[in-house]
């Protein structure tokens, strides 16, 4: 079920675009990550292109398509490129999408002369990726976010719950929920300190609450992937298809207000600590370029439950993981006045989660829940067993350590702040904060995989 | 904020669609909801068109605004009405619907002549209500689910919780969640029992989770309102402003699968249970019509917390609440089989609700979170304090009553079956069984508007 290695994959295949065979370029020619970019000249205009990335410059899609270069029975495809989101491409097969790119691998090596030699269209169809204005890749019209790290999950069980942090069903199931769509938006867009109510105190014994800005601001390192094809109301998507209905993936931040949250979850689950923005990357990876880099899903303990059958895939248990580095990086104000480099806070791997992306796929369709073409699922905040692989400041800032040998379980208020070069300190985001989110795959024999990054910088609550 | 009495609302007020002057119709003239119906006479073809209903019949708008028949003045209306759906219309400022609102008036009754005059036009804009197919009247880009009644949210909680059944959160914070916009279906469809995770026994303690159809199947009678004019992200809607932004009012059927919602629902909330399917009712009768239905807000007691000032309007207290007649019925496949009417289950009200409408949607902004035309924000399931106004079987078979005196506080597996005509019992809903929502509003000295019905029968699991 995931992609098999085949000629796309090779290390050896150079691009005629130089800055593309850069050993450091998150985008060789093996990549391809879809985007789109607005093209338009005028001001107040927009013309929305899907592009796929090579090393520093963007390569129109529309371009290449219209000049014929993609095959004359590929009108599908034609036409799906015609459209501002990639939501129609997403949609087709996946041997379309697995044609459209070894054509595209071609047209950017020596296996085809069609693009390169055609200096016009060379000129129209490529340009810099750096000035690019990028847009958001899909339309999205669901999002749903899981909690599919059990590093993540235990950290703040214990901070609420020291003695029961996972709870029950968490080893039996992928537990998530739906989020808001329509504040989703792209890297580089500033987000605003939501206001909220807080309580003063730890519970409404210590006050009532006010309605003002959050003061605990957080971000969330995350893993989106969007849906490819759909499925039908009322009908499942069985765990060995399920990566054929994944178009790709991107890097997400799930901004939290944590005082927002905690006041508010009981019973139905986080609102308004969320929807206040989500930010994605531009650059959505194709399933099929991680094929190298695909491992073994997380192994269980002898004590963990087997998943049901209906979570469990023979080739889902040999290759449903994806070795995939994840950093969150930060630069306050103060830092970029003064001419600072970002902060690595973290990083994680997404193969540290517990449960794959096809068992999430799987599980959210498990009910007939229909899927469609651009849907995001998102794979809750990474975080792995050591302090510096935790995923948000919650945990990161947080002085206890359920993993540590002993386990190091503190009240959830015990928090030593990070300190900034600069000398700042930060037990949750300051404003003029920003937020750099970056993966990348590497292994040895194969070329580099990135997905660049997602920045946002939080701005002061108000109008 | 809320509309003031116009001549929209004169009871004398006849319509030369006879059918409109019924008094038992839904559909006066002073109602005028919208909706949207397939024209298509080829059968694969498609042509939605919006319609308002008058009486037993539907007017075709695109006919009557293609015919000139709107005034030259209203290009904003025209372009709107050559959509497939209501967003754009709904997208519009308030002033232009009720212009429109207040022509439609003209055209149907004796204070024009343009229409009614015009046979050949009349001929084809008008059209029989029985037989249309009814399509989704939005596109539903966002959904979020309230659980706004005091009384639903004690009843649920006193089976979970005897001693503390309304969380500390409850009466500071309109309680809600975001739901799942791609299974929101039209009244008429079908649904499918769904498949999930359930426990053999109350706890994990009895036994692992099997996946198999849900067994505790449910509806839940709500009311559900849709966005007009939305907000830009990081800017909140005031609560004196709130009702600006609303369009109009349906019926929501949010089908619920109670074994699978209490597996899952810890920490994040509501999940599968809720996601395989949401009936909504087709018409969307506009705020503007429900002016002589507006009441005072639902009374705080003197133990309760004053809502937060961004939470309290003044006219939101005087006119924020609709006296709004809610009804379920049930029809099981042997009822209908046998030709026995379906059977009244519940009755309620809106004007019962904890929050109002404007509350709810003040509150969803108020983190900045950004609304747009055809977002659906539901109530949560509409309970009174009686017996017979619980708005769900989770609630009706439920042998405990904290709302009785003295209370009556039971856990929440000891029910007693409804007995139907025929002699069948229902705890929950069986398969083939058909749940019918309806909704109206009546008073003395003005003409009943109604909702009209939301349907849906369960279909068993499975593929």
Redesign the interface.
Known sequence: MSYPLDDTHDPKLKSWVESANDPATDFPVQNLPFCVADRAEEPGETDPRICVAIGDQLLDLLEVSSAGLLGADDGDIAMALQFETLDDLASLPTDDRRRLRMRLVELLTDKSDDLRSDEELVGVALFPRAGAELLLPFEV??YTDF?ASVYHATNV?SMFRPDNPI???YK??P?????????I?ISGSPV?R????LLPGA??EDG????GP?KLMDYELEVGFYVGRGNE????IPIDKAEEHIFGLCLVNDWS?RD?QK???????????K???TSVSPFVVPLEALTPYRCRAMERSSDD?RP???LTGDMDRETGGIDLKLEVLLASAEMRKKGIDPIRLSSGNLKDMYWTIAQMLT??S???????PG?LLASGTVSGPKRESRGCLLELTWDGDPFANPPVSKPGSARTPLKLPTGEERKFLADGDEVILRGYCERDGFRRVGFGECRGVV?PAG?
């Open positions: 019209r669901d909690y069980g709870l029950p069903n039996w199931l537990v998530g929920y739906h989020g808001r769509a329509s504040s938006v605003r939501p206001m909220g109510q519970t409404i009532p609450p006010a309605f959050c109301l009322g009908r499942s207000a927002i006041w508010e979850y009981q019973p139905l689950g986080p609102f308004l600590a929807s206040f923005a439950p049901l059958p209906h599980h959210h498990s009910n007939g829940c229909n899927m469609r849907d701005l109008d």
